[in-house]
């Protein structure tokens, strides 16, 4: 007799949950993965095929006959923990509730192939079965629902002889609608994390691609630094990562109602490693995830939420005596629900609230004591008082965890921070350190010293040591010489022309693109005006393109030659930036000529200055260049006779 299957539907729950109701693969095989345990299956086998784009997951389960498959499988809201007639697995508490699972297959496939096949309890096989669906047949019956009738859709049925399982239930998706490219790593483990249940302890193998997933593959154990157990500690999770510190917490959220909650937080090492999984705490009933992410309903706003991980596992979330707390998508819960609020509250009370007090302590520590490994910094922190250091370790610890992969930029926060704290300490106000929790906080701290003269003096020590080394190297030479040794420098320090160039940004691209330009210039000029021309270098600074003309130190130059030669620089370099970018109308060019003397005639100086910032461009002397640099210095030279024991131990950081 040729079998005949039914797929019933309510239109309007169709409408509400719809077909589309999962949005990417690992949350619709974790559907499937479900159903197998809820069939008592013990090994659960998923394959992907990306170059047919087709996904296979098959179980060992019970399998299903006919009316199983139509009263069951096939009827959407079939409430499997009411039904008396449903086997129990032996141990397990089923997780599916509502019936809808199935639907989720729809959200990833167009095509779904069923094979299912019954054993007795002696393991001989009382049927095979095979159907067909499709979501395109399924919408079209839906459409043509008649007022008072509800929509029926009756999959292909297959003959048995295609049905070559041994036994369980087999599910084939076809005519993908979302891109199946997903890689064995990544599915392994977001089925790892979704799932507490997988594993050898449960009896409950799921293998991807014939691999098993392991707990190994939740990929995050080994990157804790801490990690608080809720309820009862887990070796297996302290043998798989490299923790510093764990303690174990209560897990009782509600002794009245036997509310208990099991499970783990952990904190990140670094803070780069949340790049890869995702910054929250999971909550699973029954072995699977019922909520996505409970932190940001927490509102926890000190910095070692930043780090956080866990899953925590609370059961009475899911009780067959109380009303389903899941939403539609059966991904997160409704909050309203006061066991949720209970949940929250205990979370947020009992075990963030203990977290970030004692988190701080170890990380300060830890950390702390790493930063003591640096020989320079180990000397400094001895020579402190019992109470400074205190504070110190507190000061290298958020130093040494702060997020960056720049090591030399971290030396640098290790320098400013002993500057900062020596200053503080004069003042007797280290207290401050407490107040400064984040690392904008240790940020805005070194900001603040800044505008201090002893931490001003530290930042800028190095820069001013070579500008007063160049200083004195041009002091010594003979001023004909001046001009090769400015030459060689000047071009890579602008500061010597304008100290707003000290740190401003300059355009690499641009420069290279209108460099290549200058060649073509140079193949322009006649003999003589090379003979007359030492050297022009063109750079950008501050917004601004420059061009830098250097004259011998010895030679007399016209300011009638001089404008001539800046017009024809500035001409070139206009069409070349034009060439180069033809979409901004205007650049700002400023041209400077380091001249051996002032531009004859030397008597009409005025008027020839203001000849040349006509043209945007102005001169200045070798010797007048020296003089201002030593000017601007000054204050700084008197300063700097003697440095401090303090300052000679930040320079062997």
């Known amino acids: 007799m040729k079998k005949e299957y ?22 619709v095989l974790s559907e499937v993965v479900a159903n197998a345990w809820d069939a008592d299956a013990k090994v659960v086998d998923i394959n992907i095929d990306t170059a047919s784009a087709t996904i296979t997951v098959s179980d060992d389960g019970w ?115 979302i891109d199946a490219n997903v890689t064995e790593s990544f599915l392994r483990r977001r089925l790892a994390r979704r799932f507490s249940v997988i594993g050898k302890s449960t009896g409950f193998n799921v293998r991807i691609n014939d691999k098993s997933i392991t707990v190994e593959d939740r990929d995050y154990f080994g990157k804790l630094e801490y990690i608080w157990f809720v309820g009862e500690k887990n070796e297996t999770y302290l043998k798989q990562g490299k923790t510093l510190r764990h303690e174990t ?31 929250g705490i999971v909550i699973l009933a029954r072995g699977k995830v019922i909520h996505e992410n409970i932190l940001p309903d927490l509102k926890e706003g000190r910095v070692f939420s930043k780090y956080l991980i866990g899953e925590l596992r609370a059961d009475f979330l899911d009780r067959d005596d109380l009303a389903d707390i899941a939403t539609s998508d059966r991904q997160s819960v409704k909050e309203s629900d006061s066991r949720y609020r209970q949940l929250k509250t205990f979370v947020k009370d009992m075990i963030l609230n203990h977290i970030g007090n004692v988190w701080t302590d170890w990380r ?55 500057l900062a704290f020596e200053t503080l300490a004069a003042k007797d106000n280290l207290d401050v350190l407490d107040k400064f929790e984040s690392h904008e906080d240790l940020q805005r701290l070194i900001e603040i010293f800044k505008d201090i003269d002893e931490l001003e003096a530290a930042h800028y020590w190095h820069i001013t040591k070579t500008r007063v080394a160049v200083l004195q190297k041009f002091e010594k030479i003979a001023p004909k010489e001046r001009e090769t040794v400015i030459r060689d420098y000047i071009f890579a320090h602008l500061w010597l022309l304008d100290p707003s160039w000290e740190r401003a940004s300059t355009d690499k691209r641009m420069e290279e693109a209108v460099t290549k330009d200058w060649k073509k210039l140079d193949a322009g000029l006649t003999k003589e005006e090379k ?72 008597d009409y100086d005025d008027n020839n200055r203001r000849m040349l910032e006509v043209l945007g461009a102005r001169y200045i002397t070798y010797e007048q260049l020296i003089r201002q640099t030593r000017e601007s210095y000054a204050d700084y030279l008197d300063k700097n006779q003697k440095i401090s024991r303090i300052q000679q131990l930040v320079n062997q950081i």
């Open 6 to 27: 039914r797929l019933t539907i309510d239109l309007a729950t169709l409408e509400h949950l719809g077909i589309g109701l999962y949005s990417n693969i690992p949350a």
């Open 63 to 177: 399998g299903m006959t006919e009316a199983e498959i139509n009263d069951r499988f096939l009827k959407v809201g079939y409430r499997k923990r009411e039904d008396k007639n449903a086997q129990i697995p032996k141990g397990r508490l089923p997780m599916g509730r509502k019936g809808i699972g199935k639907l989720a297959l729809f959200s990833i496939a167009n095509t779904i192939e069923v094979h299912s096949v019954k054993l007795d309890k002696h393991g001989k096989i009382v049927e095979r079965n095979g159907f067909v669906m499709s979501a395109t047949d399924i919408e079209s019956e839906i459409r043509k629902q008649q007022p008072g009738r509800q929509p029926e859709y009756k999959p292909d049925p297959l003959p048995e002889n295609r049905i070559k399982i041994k036994k369980g239930t087999l599910l084939t998706l076809r005519d993908l609608k």
């Open 249 to 279: 917490l209560s897990g009782t959220v509600d002794g009245t109602h036997a509310y208990e909650v099991s499970g783990w937080v952990g904190t990140m090492a670094e803070h780069k490693n949340l790049e890869e999984v995702n910054n």
């Open 364 to 418: 300060n520590e830890d950390k702390g004591a790493e930063a003591l490994k640096n020989p320079a910094i180990d000397e400094w922190f001895k020579t402190l008082n019992p109470r400074h250091k205190k504070f110190a370790k507190k000061l290298l610890g958020k130093i040494a965890s702060f997020p960056v992969q720049d090591q030399e930029f971290r030396k640098t926060l290790y320098q400013h921070g002993i």
């Open 531 to 602: 003979r007359g021309r030492i050297d022009i270098r063109y750079r950008t600074a501050a917004g601004k393109h420059i061009i830098l003309e250097l004259k011998k130190y010895d030679r007399k130059v016209q300011i009638e030659e001089l404008t001539a030669q800046v017009r024809k620089y500035m001409t070139a370099l206009e069409k070349c930036l034009a060439k180069a970018y033809p979409d901004v109308k205007r650049h700002s060019i400023e041209t400077i000529c380091i001249l051996g003397d002032r531009p004859e005639p030397t």
